[in-house]
């Protein structure tokens, strides 16, 4: 990137057609113009793009000044997507490049979390010019949407009903990172934000939150995959079960103060 090349004014999301994503485009809603870069256009105004290839980035994001980027769930090679987006922000003149990363990055026992440790080791020594914000979200207590709506009686885990997280809520995420996007690099380049909720909760708690009563079951990971697992890749069921043995083992929790001190109010508890 070259102090000849234009500042722009929009923020693109990178990934915008996935939940979080949608989510921090709606965040930004009113703080700046967005755009929604996607896989398959759908809407008009979207920018399609190959993360994998990376054609039609350098499209998509001239003229913007700051990039959310989330890549796809426990996707094989994610410093490669990351690469991809990284090289087009700097050539079109991009500033500022927020990394949707994951609290504990580098747990070995976790391959996805370990793509995701190399994507901000990339990010920080990738140089150029380009400025970035690391985010590290907790799980999302929408995971558990359906429990804690009441829509659902019954929940099966691969991994300990007792095992403890720090859920955190989708819309508070969203709020930061289109805090941190609007705000821009002159205040949050170069920081790394770990992003837990304000409780340690086990599913078993969330169950008993329910509108109604809710039975949970731990039932094997094979027998879990064999219903929820289908479509995806042998890597992906792979990553996933590694994923539910460390959770069935450790949990994941993570540290909240500086979630509340972003959000300016305490964060949203799961309910």
């Given at each position: ?29 009113g703080l ?23 054609a ?57 979390h ?60 969203a709020?930061?990172a ?23 909760l ?70």
């Amino acid at each position: 990137m070259t102090e000849s090349l234009s500042r722009g004014a929009e923020i693109a999301v990178i990934g915008a057609a996935g939940k979080t994503g949608a989510a921090v485009v709606a965040a930004l809603e009113g703080l700046a113009d967005v755009r929604r870069v996607v896989h398959t256009a759908r809407r008009p105004g979207d920018f399609a793009v190959d993360l994998e290839t990376g054609a039609g980035l350098e499209e998509a994001l001239s003229g913007c000044r700051g990039v959310y980027c989330i890549a796809p769930n426990v996707h094989p090679d994610e410093p490669a997507l990351l690469r991809n987006a990284m090289g087009a922000a700097a050539s079109v003149g991009v500033e500022h490049l927020v990394y949707h990363s994951v609290a504990w990055p580098y747990t070995p026992l976790m391959p996805h979390h370990v793509d995701k440790a190399r994507c901000e080791d990339e990010l920080r020594t990738f140089g150029g010019g380009l400025r970035w914000t690391v985010l590290q979200p907790c799980a999302y207590a929408e995971n558990f949407g359906s429990v804690l709506d009441g829509s659902a009686t019954t929940v099966e885990l691969p991994y300990s009903p007792d095992a403890t997280f720090s859920f955190v809520a989708l819309a508070d995420v969203a709020e930061i990172a289109a805090r941190v996007l609007s705000e821009g690099p002159d205040i949050h380049h170069g920081a790394t934000y770990e992003l837990g909720g304000p409780e340690a909760l086990s599913v078993r708690d969330l169950c008993a939150r329910a509108h109604g009563p809710v039975s949970v079951k731990q039932v094997s990971v094979d027998e879990w995959m064999s219903r929820h697992g289908r479509d995806l890749t042998d890597d992906g069921r792979a990553r996933l079960a590694a994923m539910f043995d460390f959770y069935d083992r450790y949990g994941f929790l993570a540290g909240g103060a500086m979630f509340e001190s972003l959000l300016g109010r305490p964060p949203t508890p799961a309910r």
